[in-house]
């Protein structure tokens, strides 16, 4: 029975965990844009400077991941002549998370009982102890808009937030990932081959 009450209990905490690990993704697009006829595009730059914020080699998985997805799209990289501007830009916020557990102790209460002997109910004493604990954490956004290049409206944005992974060997493998993430709510979807 304890192996059982075990499983049952790292499982919890697996599916509690694993659900901060995952990135929120939003996204927004131009209803009368025609996505096909984007099949070139150039990168206009960071935002406001955001990357200096990165060092050179995430700035470095972060572009070649966006390349990658643009490229199963069907889309190459111009720079003389895109159909698509892009611009990037990134905000780092220190967050703090609190959790709060509960444990109740309860009690019991003797009283008189419906024939005039006593019997257990009614009212009793009981405690309860709450321990809060709080958790520091990097949270990055990254935002990237397409840009028609003929009108220079905007015609997609991709929004995605995430905890930053510390290990810079975790981000070489999570940046695409969350890239790929983030591009999947672009209109066109990749080219199967």
Not at 149 to 172: C, D, F, H, M, Y
Request: hydrophobic fraction near 35%; glycine fraction near 8%.
């Amino acid at each position: 029975m304890n192996k059982f009450k075990k499983f049952y209990f790292t499982s919890f905490i697996l599916v509690l965990f694993s659900n901060l690990l995952f990135a929120q993704v939003k996204s927004d697009y131009d209803k009368e844009a025609d996505f096909t006829k984007f099949k070139t595009y150039t990168f206009r730059g960071w935002e406001k400077n955001s990357d200096q914020i990165l060092n050179d080699i995430d700035k470095k998985r972060i572009l070649d991941a966006f390349q990658h997805e643009l490229t199963i799209r069907g889309m190459t990289a111009d720079n003389t002549n895109p159909d698509v501007g892009i611009t990037l830009f990134i905000i780092v916020e220190n967050k703090t998370s609190k959790t709060a557990y509960t444990n109740y102790n309860g009690g019991m209460g003797y009283g008189m009982g419906r024939y005039g002997g006593w019997g257990y109910g009614g009212m009793g004493m009981g405690s309860s102890t709450t321990t809060i604990s709080e958790n520091d954490y990097q949270e990055g956004t990254i935002v990237i808009d397409f840009f028609d290049e003929s009108t220079k409206n905007l015609v997609w944005q991709g929004i995605l937030t995430k905890e930053i992974t510390a290990k810079p060997n975790k981000r070489e493998k999570t940046i695409p990932k969350n890239v790929a993430k983030l591009m999947y709510k672009y209109p066109i979807k990749p080219i199967k081959k």
